[in-house]
């Protein structure tokens, strides 16, 4: 089964308010279909920035630039310094800069090596996310309509249940970097392994 696409996910949150489905997400669309992708990029945000195994790298290098500064990539939402790294206790997120508190200063000399987090674009999510991403959008979605007829409605329950399929796929997928990192030594008390539980 390919995995569900961004329109069939707006569809499934149009559905949830009467309205027929669409062939496009681009072009002129109606404002239905601009407030559906909007509710689904909002919950799509909110469920990545509670950090995730598949969109956190647990050591990512961020390089000086030829400027001399440290500039994080544009979808990069979290950052966290490794305590390894020289000036860990010192170096904050300034913008989209790393800054040095203690030397007062966008100026670095050397890379940061840090936990990072970065917002996905919807192809590059896996399946289980896109699937509670589009429930809890659609109950929402529904929630904020109303007066609009209801074709399927998504109850709590609904959420929940895909809530505890995320949280199982979650589970699995950080037990299996658990263990690839303690066989190829990168596991230490200096960098530990959280174990995610999105709630």
Known sequence: MAPTTKLQAVNLLLATIGQAPVNTLSGGVSIDVIRAVNQLDTVSREVQSRRCTFNT?????????????VVLP??????????????????????NKLYDRKNHTYQF???????ATFLLEWDDLPEYARSYIS????????DNSEGSETAHRFTQQDENAALMTFQQMEGEMDDANFITNLTS????????LSRNNLI
């Open 109 to 115: 000399t050397q890379a940061v090596r840090a936990k």
């Open 74 to 95: 544009a979808n990069c939402i979290l950052v966290d310094i490794l305590p390894t790294a020289p000036l860990a206790g010192s170096i904050v997120v300034r913008g």
């Open 185 to 192: 030594g990168v596991g230490s008390l200096s960098q530990p």
């Open 135 to 142: 429930i809890r959008a659609a109950r929402q979605f529904s």
């Open 57 to 69: 790298e647990d050591c990512f290098t961020l390089n000086v630039n030829t400027s001399g500064q």
